[in-house]
């Protein structure tokens, strides 16, 4: 794996195509400066890795396009030593991406196949993600509470064992919806109580349930 000094040349440019398009957070754009996306694509797709598009990443998934991760993460509100859960291992970017900007991170994938070649990679790379094989729609009761959640696929509706597992004044990123997903920024104000923010349409791969294989 080589990170060339055109590579990096090409995440200016990304990050520059970014914050014409309203990403405004230095941490998430510095995060996105520095991680190699070309690692987590297919070598046949290394020399489209910097567009600002999706790309198939196996088993039926795709890797977000850039902006969708950016947009989602500063909706998240990073801060150092937040834990946090994802649903949607994916190629792991999201998942480094996260933890590049100092958060605990611990990411749940029902394809086995994507989740180990994501899980090797981290290694690689040093940034400690905890990954799991499993059904996102159950969180990670194990490690609740999270200060966090990202969910990256398009889920039909917001699952109560997430919310069971945010901690009170926590965050949950979820786009929700089937053909075509309203983004929703969802926090927790009480056990009784929550806020919902929507910021528009997106499309995401579905979020199934029991179907971990």
């Avoid at 900007?101 to 994501?118: Q, Y």
């Avoid at 990123?173 to 997106?202: A, H, L, R, W």
Wanted: aromatic fraction near 8%; charge should be positive.
């Amino acid at each position: 794996m080589k990170d060339t000094t055109k590579h990096k040349g090409l995440r200016n440019k990304l990050v520059d195509i970014l914050i014409a398009q309203g990403i405004e957070s230095k941490k998430v754009l510095d995060a996105i400066r520095s991680i190699p996306r070309h690692f987590f694509l297919d070598s046949s797709f290394e020399h489209l890795a910097y567009q600002n598009n999706a790309f198939p990443i196996g088993n039926d998934q795709t890797i977000s396009q850039p902006f969708t991760v950016a947009f989602q993460t500063e909706l998240l509100n990073i801060q150092p030593g937040d834990k946090i859960l994802e649903i949607g291992t994916g190629s792991g970017y999201q998942a480094a991406v996260l933890c590049k900007m100092g958060a605990e991170v611990f990411s749940i994938e029902r394809h086995a196949p994507l989740m180990r070649k994501a899980q090797l990679l981290l290694q690689k790379l040093n940034l400690r993600v905890k990954t799991k094989f499993g059904d996102g729609y159950k969180g990670w009761p194990e490690q609740a509470p999270f200060d966090k959640m990202i969910v990256t696929c398009g889920a039909p509706i917001v699952p109560d064992e997430l919310m069971k597992q945010l901690k009170i004044g926590g965050i949950m990123v979820i786009p929700v919806g089937e053909d075509v997903q309203t983004m929703k920024c969802i926090i927790k104000k009480d056990e009784d109580k929550i806020e919902i923010i929507d910021f528009g349409d997106f499309r995401f791969v579905p979020m199934l349930k029991n179907k971990a294989k």
